[in-house]
């Protein structure tokens, strides 16, 4: 079984940057999954964030991110990370990482479309964008 575990979540003031991390353990190594990170809000569907195929080279953004949250993956680690700036009160939620094996084409693709594939998520970590 593929255990994710977030990290890095917090409270920050709007204009700021956090970190999150997502590691992955089990005895399964990411360097076969690709790995999107989603967030969800109370009251509101899961969306996707972010997504990083299996290699690192390829990436995909929602629109409302792009240019201010960047994905990256050290595949040695087995971790992939989420780096967040310029942060938002629209952005306040809980981030959760997962997994999809050999998932590219779906990272690729239409983000909407990313919650339904995706097979193995961690636990999730809260961020509040807030003065």
């Known amino acids: 079984q593929l255990y994710l575990v977030e990290s890095g979540g917090g409270l920050v003031q709007p204009g700021g940057s956090l970190r999150l991390s997502c590691a992955g353990s089990g005895g399964f190594t990411l360097a076969n999954y690709a790995i999107g990170w989603f967030r969800q809000a109370p009251g509101k569907e899961r969306e996707g964030v972010s997504c990083?195929?299996?290699?690192?080279?390829?990436?995909n953004y929602d629109d409302s991110v792009k240019g201010r949250f960047t994905i990256s993956r050290d595949n040695a680690e087995n971790t992939v990370f989420l780096q967040m700036t310029s942060l938002k009160p629209e952005d306040t939620s809980i981030y959760s990482c997962a997994a999809l094996f050999r998932g590219d084409r779906v990272c690729y693709g239409d983000p909407r479309l990313w919650p339904d594939h995706f097979a193995y998520w961690g636990q999730g970590t809260p961020v509040n964008v807030s003065e």
């Open positions: 990083i195929g299996s290699t690192g080279t390829g990436t």
